[in-house]
Nanobody, 124 residues
Framework: QVQLVESGGGLVQAGGSLRLSCAAS????????MGWFRHAPGKEREFAAA????????YYADSVKGRFTISRDNAKNTVYLQMNSLKPGDTAVYYC?????????????????WGQGTQVTVSS
């Protein structure tokens, strides 16, 4: 069983930056592909970014491409989401998720482990 704990959310003005962290425990972190999803009020939970277990492959939603960067440090059992040029439309609860295996995924049902989420609010 993998436990995931996100941190780093908060309130930021449009154009600002935040760095989210997700600390994993209870499993061999380097055997899990990781993803970041977000859930805004009134919308479905949506994919934001994913990274393979080695960190060598990354994928992004079109809405965040060029602004967000996903990375991981397997020695620290942590995955990060660097968010730059934030927009009010990025306001959401951000969740990290883990998927056993090296292949990344974009659907919520492909991830078996989820954190509790961290709120990101971008003011205009």
């Amino acid at each position: 069983q993998v436990q995931l704990v996100e941190s780093g959310g908060g309130l930021v003005q449009a154009g600002g930056s935040l760095r989210l962290s997700c600390a994993a425990s209870g499993g061999t972190f380097s055997r899990y592909a990781m993803g970041w999803f977000r859930h805004a009020p009134g919308k479905e939970r949506e994919f934001a970014a994913a990274i393979s277990w080695s960190g060598g492959v990354t994928y992004y939603a079109d809405s965040v491409k060029g602004r967000f960067t996903i990375s991981r440090d397997n020695a620290k059992n942590t995955v990060y989401l660097q968010m730059n040029s934030l927009k009010p439309g990025d306001t959401a609860v951000y969740y990290c998720a883990a998927r056993f295996g090296r292949v990344t995924a974009r659907r919520t049902d492909e991830y078996g482990y989820w954190g509790q989420g961290t709120q990101v609010t971008v003011s205009s």
